[in-house]
């Protein structure tokens, strides 16, 4: 290795230093760079937001006044149909009164020839009324009659069932009850049989009614147990 002391270590440090500069430079004049950018980026975006604002207040006045217009050209056709309407209404108030007017008036002039041709009139009707009511009134009867028949009939004849069914039910009834009661089966009692151990001592192995082993007692526990239990012959006596 060369030492730097060497004419030849001290060009290699001279050039380094150079270079170090040199890109010293660069990210000098780089970061201005990139600064200039940055403002130049945020006056532009701060202007084009202006923009868009003042752009979207006058689309709104102007949407507000078109509305606004809108607004009083609709009442003011409302106002126009309704005092149309109320004309036309009034118009036809005064005809309908006058009209009134002279209905009454032609009903004062002659109300007695009016009365004299209805009551001429009504006699015949009333005449026709009665003959309707009266074969009505027939026609009713002889429904009613008939109701009355087919009613007893049927009353009759589920009489005549119902007595049958009972007949019939009595004599089931009969049967059954001479017929013999079917006696239950007898349970059967556990068996025991008798085992040895290996060390020789009597064993019971107690079997349910089905023949399953249940209990192996001892001999001495089983005797005690059946000293212990009295016969009804001996629970008797006392």
Known sequence: MQNEHTPMGEGAAN??????EKAQELGSAVAEKASQVGQAAAEKAASVATNVKDAAVQRAT?????????????GAAVAKRANAAGAAVAKKAAAVKKAVKKAVASKKAAPKKAAKKAAKK????????????????????????????????????????VARKTKT???AVKK??????????ARKKGRRTTLYSSAGKKLYA???AKG????IQTYKRAHTMDMRRKSKAEKGKK
């Open 206 to 208: 107690v079997r349910d």
């Open 169 to 171: 039910a009595k004599k």
């Open 212 to 215: 399953h082993f249940k209990d």
């Open 15 to 20: 050039a380094v230093d150079a270079v170090v």
């Open 176 to 185: 059954s009850a001479k017929k013999k009661p079917v006696r239950k089966a």
């Open 122 to 161: 009504a006699k015949p009707a009333k005449k026709a009324a009665k003959k309707a009511v009266k074969k009505a009134a027939r026609k009713v009867v002889r429904k009613a009659k008939a109701a009355k028949k087919a009613v007893k009939k049927a009353v009759k004849k589920a009489t005549k069932k």
């Open 62 to 74: 102007q949407v507000k006044d078109a509305v606004v217009r809108q607004a009083s050209a609709a």
